[in-house]
């Protein structure tokens, strides 16, 4: 079965500064989304890539799949306090076929003022 | 955009209890349902996918006797725990999925059984 890795699994940085968090499949990614969490909460909808070395931005976040795709990365430029929170990367592994969604372990996000 | 409204977002409940969680699709029509479970600090872990109009499918591990899963139109899937225990206090999330691509997830509810 497909498993998903994020590195790191905590981070906190200055405010102002950048980051990057890491995904990580064992199997090929046919569908790599990255969502964000407030603990306690929805998921909000970030990002979804699916060619190899796709790159999309949003605001001061971007997120890349390699080419091979089987490693994501989503970077966040210039991080302010808004950003904080846990970052999830979702793969489907049977891409279109069953349709569902699973998770990385997820990476906590704190950004200090 | 495509919303889930899920209720209610919390509830606390006695042992021995049953609990209904809903979600509805508000503006789409959700072909397809997962329900996940979330501990503290821990990931989205998957319980079960839910068709309309057939039985849910059930991820390893998950007691489909326990945690009945209905989706009896293609606006409204329900979570059920019965014989609630405080080992099932966690935090349950629906998600969807119509016809377009892309997976849409309600707020989430956080059980606390006493």
């Known amino acids: 079965s497909q498993e998903l890795e994020q590195s790191p699994q905590s981070l906190i940085v200055q405010e102002g500064k950048n980051l990057t968090i890491n995904c990580t499949s064992s199997?090929?990614?046919?569908?790599l989304y990255w969502y964000k969490q407030k603990y306690g909460e929805g998921l909000i909808f970030l990002m979804m890539?699916?060619?190899?070395?796709e790159e999309k931005s949003h605001e001061k976040i971007t997120a890349k799949l390699d080419e091979k795709k089987q490693q994501s990365s989503l970077h966040i430029t210039a991080s302010q306090p808004s950003h904080a929170g846990i970052y999830l990367c979702?793969?489907?592994?049977?891409?279109?076929?069953?349709?569902?969604?699973?998770f990385g372990q997820g990476t906590e996000l704190s950004v200090k003022p | 955009g495509a919303v889930v409204s899920q209720h209610p977002s919390w509830v606390i409940c006695k042992s021995g209890t049953s609990v209904k969680i809903e979600c509805r699709s508000l503006?789409?029509?959700?072909?397809?349902m997962f329900w996940y479970r979330q501990f503290p600090k821990q990931s989205l872990m998957l319980m079960a996918t839910s068709n309309e109009g057939s039985k849910a499918t059930y991820e390893q591990g998950v007691e489909k006797d326990k945690f009945l899963i209905n989706h009896a139109s293609l606006t409204l899937s329900t979570l059920t725990v019965t014989s609630a225990h405080p080992e099932d206090s966690s935090f349950y999330i629906c998600?969807?999925?119509?016809?377009?691509?892309?997976?849409?997830f309600g707020s989430g509810t956080r059980l606390t059984v006493v």
């Open positions: 979702g793969a489907d592994p049977l891409y279109n076929q069953g349709g569902k969604l699973i």
């Open positions: 998600s969807a999925r119509g016809r377009e691509p892309g997976y849409t």
């Open positions: 503006d789409f029509q959700a072909t397809t």
């Open positions: 199997k090929t990614l046919y569908g």
């Open positions: 890539l699916q060619k190899g070395g």
